[in-house]
Nanobody
Framework: VQLQASGGGLVQVGGSLRLSCVASGRIFSIGDMGWYRQAPERGRELVAAITSGDVTKYSDSVKGRFTISRDNVKNTVYLEMNSLKPEDTSVYYC??????????????????????WGKGTLVTVSS
């Protein structure tokens, strides 16, 4: 299973971007999904997360500006980013608890939980 993130780029202060992250592989279901970011010389921080039941949480720094959502049919999580600030400049990583199918027969299906990470997409906000 793997995650592929896209949608990063260069945007001016106050602008908007939408990040997408698609999960692929032998997937039974997906649990929590989220977006993290890491700026140079800083640790990776949680930006937003969403449960399989669509319960969301956000870091205080993005609350009211960013919106996380998911499409369970498309195995995709989105991050809508508005009113972008220079301090939002970072590499954004998607993360998901993917329930990977390990095997199946006529009466049962075996799956295991995989903590998957995408490779990151760069968001640069210029002033």
């Amino acid at each position: 299973v793997q995650l592929q993130a896209s949608g990063g780029g260069l945007v001016q202060v106050g602008g908007s971007l939408r990040l997408s992250c698609v999960a692929s592989g032998r997937i039974f279901s997906i649990g929590d999904m989220g977006w993290y970011r890491q700026a140079p010389e800083r640790g990776r921080e949680l930006v937003a997360a969403i449960t399989s039941g669509d319960v969301t949480k956000y870091s205080d720094s993005v609350k009211g500006r960013f919106t996380i959502s998911r499409d369970n049919v498309k195995n995709t999580v989105y991050l809508e980013m508005n009113s972008l600030k220079p301090e939002d400049t970072s590499v954004y990583y998607c993360n998901a608890d993917i329930h990977r199918i390990d095997g199946e027969d006529d009466v049962s299906l075996r799956w295991s939980s995989v903590d998957a990470w995408g490779k990151g997409t760069l968001v640069t906000v210029s002033s």
